[in-house]
């Protein structure tokens, strides 16, 4: 009878801390601990599924009570004690699986077995994996013991999900957090495990192995067992490309260039190319937007070592600026936002690409017979404000071309020679509009793209001239033909008298300030106050000056910060400031409004100002009735005139 088969995942596990793929930092401090005799009693090893909890486990278990070599970094892995261990025999080492054994009755039956000396080793190992499934009751029984344990007991707490842990179990351990292998990791100990196997692969398969297994070792392992089953003995591209639902490299920078080259039909063919392979489209997505960013580490020039990134890509972020790439993962990244709520994922997959396409300009490079043509179709709701806002902010030099809407027959019209078209709307179902008709003995010249690289389209827009600049930019802009004594002025700013005025800092006395509530609101920030000598001012009014007395009625909301040290501060302040020493009196008073309610008051209604202005203006109601609801603003904010 033959042997029977082990899988690659046990045959291939760690015997010691040499052998571990990654995880120094966590081998370096046990190795020092063991080899200097500073062994804590409890330890905690967090991480996800496959990254080598359990092997570390064991493997400080064989360093514990290695009968050869004693207590050391190095166990031998040949004596009886190693052996016992990697079969999983030996009777000090007791693992504990959590999951199954999460009542308080079993973890007292564990406990009581602790006082016991070890059978064979040196110390007693309890491996307690998935630690975090306890119950509340096991986790009490276990604190005692877990601070307190004997001498030749050590406690080994291995867990996925470390938030579930009470922190009273988390201060007693050494906590070790195990990092996802990465993928070069993982390609390299694969390489090396069918270099050793003598079975025939390719690099890229193992790339795609290393990408499915997500930082999980023990994962990769069990793909490269059901790769070599479904290959029969050897790992190629494609076998694994089909067994996982995943697009071979060559095929995604194929892809790629397709995007570069803006060619939409190409690309479309390559989908469907890949339809046989059933991928996972969502998956597809995520590894374009992969590719997106090694081409933009190598647009900056951020490799972390040589050949961290295919020289296919090299060649290809040689000719994408860097902007276009930020375009790309952009629309990929908000399609993989969105994927949830699309119908189809492959639809949705589609739409992403011809959407980097469509937005893309033409690189400089790229053939202009390729460059994509996309035509852009109004609807005729609102068709009247619209078709005046285009004329209005058509530049001298243009020609307006009609696009008719007639349901019945449409012809697309010549375009004229010479200038840019803007389309306007004929809303007209009835009676059909002919378009207008170039002068004659001149022909429509063929629409080309331009061959010099094309400017983002936000350059590309005709300057507009005074009066189609929306109230809430143009109220800010200093008009610099008036003259420069001439004071700016506002739509929100209200008329004031020169009573009214602001007095200077040296001609403002305290009985300026008695009963206005705008001039003692504006006063209180030039103050040098802070915290609660300023919230008693900010929550009250000046209602009389006597000097050197001033009287302030305080609000409810003040009353709180009516201290003797916040006057005395208060007071000192308005001293420095004007240069009049006064004494605060506080009064109570009832359904006052305060500097902080007034500029409440004032805020709010500059930002019902600044909307109403935004939604009157033409332009907006004219955008609003094409997009209807699609277009959502919801960040307006009135313009401080302070900063303009």
């Known amino acids: 009878m033959s042997e029977a088969y082990q899988v690659l995942a046990r045959r291939w596990r760690p015997k010691n801390f040499h052998q571990l793929v990654g995880q120094t930092h966590v081998t370096q401090a046990l190795t020092y601990a063991l080899d200097h005799n500073r062994i804590h009693h409890a330890y905690l090893f967090t991480g996800t599924r496959g990254v080598g909890k359990t092997t570390i486990a064991r493997i400080f278990a064989k360093s514990l009570n290695c009968k050869t070599r004693g207590v050391s970094s190095e166990p031998c892995g040949e004596c009886e004690h190693c052996r016992e261990i990697d079969e999983g025999r030996f009777p000090d080492l007791i693992e504990v699986d959590a999951a199954s054994r999460s009542r308080v009755e079993e973890t007292r039956e564990l406990l009581d077995n602790i006082p016991y000396a070890p059978v064979k080793g040196n110390y007693k190992v309890y491996l307690i994996d998935e630690v975090h499934m306890f119950s509340a009751s096991s986790f009490n029984a276990l604190l005692k013991t877990l601070e307190e344990p004997p001498e030749h007991v050590k406690f080994i707490l291995a867990t996925t999900d470390p938030q579930k842990l009470p922190a009273t179990i988390l201060s007693r351990c050494l906590q070790f957090h195990l990092k996802n292998m990465s993928e070069r990791q993982i390609t390299d100990h694969l390489a090396h495990i069918l270099d050793s196997e003598h079975a025939a692969y390719d690099r890229d398969a193992l790339q795609l192995l290393a990408n499915a297994a997500a930082g999980s070792m023990r994962d990769s392992l069990s793909l490269l067992d059901q790769a070599l089953a479904y290959g029969q003995g050897e790992v190629r591209s494609r076998d694994v490309a089909t067994l996982l639902g995943a697009v071979p490299e060559p095929q995604l920078n194929q892809m790629l260039h397709m995007l570069a080259d803006g060619n939409a039909a190409g690309l479309r063919q390559i989908l469907d190319a890949l339809d046989e392979y059933a991928p996972d489209y969502a998956n597809l997505l995520l590894r374009l937007l992969q590719q997106i960013q090694k081409i933009t580490i190598v647009r900056l020039n951020a490799e972390r070592y040589p050949g961290e990134i295919p020289a296919e890509l090299h060649a290809l972020a040689a000719r994408l600026p860097v902007e276009l790439v930020q375009l790309w993962y952009q629309i990929g990244g908000d399609t993989w936002q969105n994927l949830p709520y699309q119908p189809d994922a492959r639809m949705a997959l589609e739409m992403s690409l011809l959407r980097m396409i469509a937005l893309q300009p033409l690189l400089p490079d790229a053939d202009p017979q390729q460059a994509p043509t996309i035509h852009e179709a109004a609807p005729a709701t609102a068709a009247n404000d619209l078709t005046a806002i285009l004329q209005d902010t058509t530049p001298s030099g243009t020609t307006a071309a009609s696009i008719n809407t007639d349901n019945s027959t449409q012809t697309e019209p010549p375009v004229p020679s010479g200038g840019i078209t803007a389309a306007s709307i004929n809303t007209d179902h009835s009676a059909h509009t002919e378009s207008p008709v170039p002068p004659s003995g001149t022909t429509a010249p063929p629409v080309t793209a331009n061959t010099e690289e094309a400017p983002p389209p936000w350059e590309d827009m005709p300057a507009a001239d005074d009066n189609d600049i929306p109230p809430w930019v143009s109220e800010t802009i200093p008009d610099e033909s008036a003259p420069a004594s001439a004071p700016s002025v506002t739509a929100t700013t209200e008329k004031k008298t020169v009573a009214d005025a602001p007095a200077s800092d040296d001609a403002l006395s305290l009985e300026l300030l008695v009963d206005n509530l705008e001039r003692w609101s504006t006063f209180l920030t030039t103050l040098d106050l ?106 307006i904010q009135p313009t401080n005139p302070s900063q303009t």
């Open 530 to 635: 802070h915290e609660y000598p300023l919230l008693l001012l900010e929550n009250s009014i000046p209602v009389a000056w006597q000097a050197p007395r001033l009287s302030l009625q305080t609000g409810a909301s003040g009353i709180i910060f009516d201290q003797k040290q916040n006057r005395e501060q208060a007071a000192a302040a308005i001293a420095a400031k004007l240069g009049i020493n006064c004494i605060i009196d506080i009064q109570p008073g009832d359904a006052i409004t305060t500097p902080i309610d007034y500029r409440r008051q004032q805020s709010a209604a500059q930002q019902k100002q600044a909307e109403t202005d935004f939604h009157n203006h033409p332009q907006v109601q004219a955008a609003q009735a094409v997009f209807g609801d699609s277009l959502r603003v919801d960040n």
